[in-house]
């Protein structure tokens, strides 16, 4: 698995799966909505990508059975952006920022939960970042 951070905004997720998924997913914002160009990035969906990804847990892990890696679907889908019109996407100034968790906000926040739910190792730079 790669993974490439960019602006605190977007995760670039990048592995290998066999069967289900392309092998790309974002976490945060798609380039697409991020740019507000539909030509930055392939269109997403994080269902395929979901079940790619739990496919691939699965696989690493070895001895999953079907509910555990449907489960892992279910959780791993939580984490994956789709796309969005820029133009609608609502950015309410009163909105107390205070209230948000920390992962909805800085996606290096997001990505160290995401590896943790994939029971891979931090890296260095996320290591402290996953329990704020």
């Known amino acids: 698995m790669q993974l490439d951070i960019h602006d605190s905004d977007i995760t670039t997720v990048r592995y290998r799966p ?3 998924g392309t ?3 974002y976490l945060g914002i798609t380039p697409r909505t991020h740019f507000g160009d539909e030509n930055a990035s392939a269109p997403t969906d994080v269902a395929r990508e979901a079940a790619g990804l739990a496919n691939w847990w699965a696989q690493l892990r070895g001895g999953v ?3 555990e890696r449907s489960d892992k679907e279910a959780e791993l889908g939580g984490f994956l ?3 969005e019109d820029p133009a609608e996407i609502d950015l309410d ?3 107390d920022v205070d209230q948000l968790d920390d992962a909805e906000i800085f996606v290096e926040v997001k990505t160290a939960r ?3 739910t994939l029971g891979l190792p931090l890296p260095e730079d996320l290591a ?3 329990r704020r």
């Open 18 to 20: 066999i069967g289900r």
């Open 114 to 116: 995401f590896l943790e």
């Open 23 to 25: 092998g790309v997913a």
């Open 128 to 130: 402290d970042l996953s």
């Open 81 to 83: 952006a789709h796309d």
């Open 65 to 67: 059975n079907e509910v």
């Open 93 to 95: 100034e009163d909105e």
